[in-house]
C-alpha cells in the first residue's frame, strides 16, 4: 500500500500504473483493506486527469473501487472522499447531491460525513474552479 503511494507521487504514467498494481496487490493480500480500494480511486483519477486513460474506463473503475472501500468501511473518511471523487471529475460536478443519493441523505450519515468534511471540501474547490476554466475558455 504505502509502495503504491509512494509511486503516485512521481506522477509519471509508468509510476501510476505501479502504484495501481502495488494497491491491487494489498487488496490481494488483505481484500478488506479499504484504504487500498480508496487509493485506487485517487490512482485512476490521476491517470484520467493527465489523458492517460480513457474517461468512461477511469470513471467507471473510480466508482467501483470507492464503492468497494465505502462498503467495507463506512466509517473511513477517505472512502467518503472516494465516493465524491467520480462527481468532481465528471459533469454535472454535483458531489453533494450525488453523495446524499448514495448515502440515502445526508441525516442518517452525518458523523461518517463530518469526519471527510475538510478534504471534501478541498476536492469540491478544485472540482468548481475546473468547472469554471473550462465555461471562461
Partial sequence: YLLGWAHLQRRTRD?????????????????????????????YASLITRGLIEPVEGKRKMEDASRNALSLDPNLAE??????QPSLYFPPYNAISDSAIYYGGWASHNDAVSKSCSLRISLLGSGLLREMSYQYS
Avoid: C, Q, R, W
Wanted: charged fraction near 20%; charge should be negative.
Fill in 15 to 43: 509510476d501510476f500504473l505501479s502504484g495501481i498494481s502495488y494497491f491491487e496487490k494489498a487488496i490481494e493480500d488483505e481484500p478488506t483493506y479499504a484504504l487500498a480500494h480508496a487509493a485506487l480511486t485517487e490512482a
Fill in 79 to 84: 472512502a467518503h472522499v472516494a465516493i465524491a
